[in-house]
């Protein structure tokens, strides 16, 4: 269940990103008061939508929602989102969670969802990179849904570079206090394995979600009732 509410909310965020997208392709000028008006109402859809920026290939704002202002010390060129959505033009890239360092006084939690676009700017053809920011509180809520037994947890992971997304217990991990088994995650698309890496020996199922490379990991204790990998589907 878990895999399928994120998959679906991914689905969703995604579908409004494409049509923002669309709205500026086809517009007269990223200037034009109309397509602002556009895009904040498409915005207001949905309330974990932060923020919505329009870059050109020089890294220079074109548009934003809401007007915030930047920091003046940021170099949109350098950004991990900004530099994958040339990377790989004409696919949806999204990100892993980081506190939004964009805009001046504002640390949101949040996932990026970039791509490269061709816009018209002062009635010339330009290029860019378009960027929705999405508050991440909605994706850990889906993924604290399920419980497994009174130890067990779900955890996301990034499969193309084996990061952690998420996890509820994030913070010891990164203070080495606490381990998790990864690499029998990346193993596997789908099912389950033993984790006998530990003092207790472990259920470890997997679930991809589609369309983002990410993995939930479902991790259940043996000592108790044991939970499938069919809670995860």
Known sequence: QV?????????????????????IGRSGGAESPA????????????????SVALFDDAGRLQ???????????????????????????????ISLPHVQNLY?????????????ISFVKNGKPANGVLLMDVNFNRIDELSNRISLGKKGY???????AGNIVYHPQLQLIYAGLKQENVELALRNTYGSAIDRTGEEERLV????????????????????????????N
């Open 63 to 93: 548009l934003d929602l809401p007007n915030v202002d930047l920091k003046p010390s940021l170099r949109i060129t350098e950004e991990s989102w900004y530099q994958s959505a040339l990377d790989t033009p004409g696919h949806l890239k």
């Open 104 to 116: 001046l006084r504002q640390y949101r939690w949040v996932v990026s969802l970039s791509k490269s």
């Open 205 to 232: 199922s997997v679930q991809s979600i589609g369309n983002v490379g990410w993995k939930v990991v479902g991790v259940s204790y043996l000592s108790e009732a044991l939970t499938t990998s069919a809670d995860l």
């Open 35 to 50: 397509l602002l008006e556009q895009l904040d109402a498409m915005m207001s859809t949905r309330a974990d939508i932060v």
């Open 154 to 160: 779900i955890y996301l992971l990034d499969e193309s």
């Open 3 to 23: 895999s399928y509410n994120l998959e679906t909310y991914i689905q969703g965020i995604s579908d409004v990103f494409g049509m923002m997208h669309h709205a």
